[in-house]
């Protein structure tokens, strides 16, 4: 699996946006960037994914580097509830190959 | 779309006994399915792959005799943890690959406490 490195923790102000790394310098030319979060005692959720170019939706965008050994999640304005552990994940094209889940980066929104 | 439902959302159970968590796909077939286990502050650590029709891929370290995984239709996928005991204890959460860019969809996870 090509591993992916983010930091632990992170903590943003509510009403503030939030950026989220995450680095991947053995990503392979199929695989795709997929974002997801997980809140306290949920499965994870999917928040975006991108190949190459950067992405939006209405929960976040994301940001590719030009070489795509890295990406950025953006939240725009964090909530209460955007307070979960986001994980990066690669997964290739295919669809059906077991995916490794790194530490991810657990946020924190302060009031 | 893209729906993975999972039952029981949590479980007490005494040690010794065998606890069954149901994972289905409601609105999709799914082929794959994936079986992962969460300890508190820990990130999720796949346990094994199941396959419909098929016997199920456990990871290195995961005891196949005692979580007997069975996928007999393409929208339902059962993890049974026998003989429970108090170690056991965990965060259990299943997921189904989509045949979207989305990838996968998880269910909501079953938290088991063996006491």
């Known amino acids: 699996d090509a591993k992916t490195t983010q930091p632990n923790s992170m903590e943003s102000n509510e009403e503030e946006p939030v950026h989220l790394p995450c680095n991947h310098s053995t990503i392979s030319g199929t695989d795709y960037i997929h974002w997801y979060r997980q809140l306290p005692s949920q499965g994870p959720e999917y928040v975006i994914h991108?190949?190459?170019s950067n992405v939006n939706n209405r929960m976040a965008s994301l940001a590719i580097a030009e070489d795509r050994k890295s990406s950025t999640l953006i939240l725009h304005r964090a909530t209460l509830r955007d307070a979960a552990v986001y994980y990066c994940?690669?997964?290739?094209?295919?669809?059906?190959?077991?995916?490794?889940f790194g530490t991810g980066t657990k946020l924190q929104v302060i009031p | 779309g893209a729906v993975v439902s999972q039952h029981p959302s949590w479980v007490i159970c005494k040690s010794g006994t065998s606890v069954k968590i149901e994972c289905r796909s409601l609105d999709f077939q799914a082929t794959t399915m994936f079986w992962y286990r969460q300890f508190p502050k820990q990130s999720l650590m796949l346990m094994a792959t199941s396959n419909e029709g098929s016997k199920a891929t456990y990871e290195q370290g995961v005891e196949k005799d005692k979580f007997l995984i069975n996928h007999a239709s393409l929208t339902l996928s059962t993890l049974t943890v026998t003989s429970a005991h108090p170690e056991d204890s965990s965060f259990y959460i299943c997921?189904?690959?989509?045949?979207?860019?989305?990838?996968?969809?998880f269910g909501s996870g079953t938290r088991l406490t063996v006491v």
């Open positions: 997921s189904a690959s989509v045949l979207t860019p989305r990838g996968y969809t």
């Open positions: 991108g190949l190459t």
């Open positions: 994940i690669l997964m290739n094209s295919g669809g059906y190959q077991k995916v490794t």
